[in-house]
């Protein structure tokens, strides 16, 4: 049972099908591609009904990328997922297998231009927003056009709808454990009020718990092969090399960056959101955790500190999640910043 809050009114929410209250597959879609974190996670959405592959007419409801640098190719079903959603989106991953880096940032532009929803786009205002998406550790530009990083060959599935039978989870779990696919199944609910209101949410399915522990393991390997690329120089580099940031200096965890169901009260004076910069510059002992002095990567570090104060998993960056105390400023902010610009 779900229930509505307001004060002390308590309502329950009685669960309904999206078919029942007229909601179409192309409703659904328009409020992912408004709102991707209605799928549970950061993503950046690059197009829908993404329509250039060749000799097929074949379209993958939202094509999108997340903050590691896959591609994610999201397929919906506005009910129950049939016996073949899973068989397209793999189809769709292998069709998106081989968009490079700059033909995706050229699909993004066209799209939000087309939709004439703000300003029109031009490639340095594209390579802006991937770069600062994406974070240091993943993408570089320069400014004068779009952001160069290094694209996942092996796109991300995730498949999204009202309910998921055996026919769609056995051959998922399959999949995951035996050929280590990357596929993720996320059931969104409709409820209604007794005044008709309407309300959706979201519950990832899939990996099922039994498996996260395998999943989260496989992740990290992906990670490190990935950060092991030729890649832009990390921003810790950087600030160091600058004398921007010293070994012992203080960051906290940004407190803007919270979620709002932490089930632990932000305090900058808490050594649970703080860490000291070791001067390091490895790939893990670049911040070590004044909570339990052990060292890691400004993205690891942050991704458990949300993981612990909520219980989800989470795919960031690590470098805007970061504020060093002397300048008040996440460490992107700072990697951004000319060193000429700084007060000394």
């Known amino acids: 049972m779900v229930f509505h809050i307001d004060g002390d009114d308590v309502r329950s929410l009685s669960r309904t099908s999206f078919e029942a209250i007229d909601i179409a597959e192309a409703n659904i879609e328009e409020w992912i591609i408004q709102n991707p974190s209605m799928l549970g996670e950061e ?21 999108a990328l997340d903050p590691e640098g896959k591609l994610v190719v999201v397929e919906l079903k ?7 959603t899973d068989l397209q989106a ?23 231009n087309e939709r004439g929803d703000h300003e029109q786009l031009t490639p340095e205002d594209v390579g802006e927003r991937f770069a600062e998406f994406l974070g240091d550790e993943v993408a570089s530009t320069a400014g004068d056009g779009y952001a160069e990083f290094a694209l996942d060959d092996r796109p991300r599935i995730l498949l999204a709808a009202g309910s998921f039978g055996p026919e769609i989870t056995t051959p998922v779990i399959w999949l995951e454990r035996e050929f280590g696919m990357d596929i993720t199944c996320v059931e969104l609910e409709a409820h209604r009020t007794e005044g008709e209101d309407v309300y959706v949410s979201s519950r990832r399915v899939l990996p099922i718990p039994e498996a996260e522990e395998y999943m989260a393991k496989r992740r990290e390997k992906e990670r490190q092969q990935s950060r092991s690329s030729t890649r832009a120089e990390r921003a810790i580099t950087v600030l ?7 070994e012992g200096d203080i960051v906290v965890f940004d407190e803007g960056s919270v979620p709002d169901d932490t089930d ?19 790939r893990s002992d670049n911040v070590k955790w004044l909570e339990n002095g052990a060292e890691y990567s400004f993205t690891k570090l942050a991704q458990t500190v949300l993981e612990e104060t909520t219980g989800r998993e989470f795919n960031v960056n690590g470098y805007p999640y970061w504020r060093h105390t002397k300048y008040d400023m996440t460490l992107t902010e700072l990697r951004k910043t000319e060193v000429g610009d700084i007060d000394w």
């Open 78 to 84: 506005r009910d129950r997922a049939d016996n073949t």
């Open 90 to 112: 793999i189809k769709y991953a292998s069709y998106c297998s081989t968009i490079s880096a700059e033909e995706l940032q050229q699909d993004y532009r066209t799209f939000w």
């Open 264 to 282: 632990r009260r932000f305090d900058p004076d808490d050594n649970f959101w703080r860490g000291r910069i070791t001067g390091k510059t490895g």
């Open 43 to 63: 993503l950046l959405v690059v197009a829908s009904q993404y329509a250039k592959f060749d000799r097929t007419t074949e379209r993958p409801d939202v094509l």
């Open 240 to 246: 160091l090399e600058a004398g921007i940031v010293e």
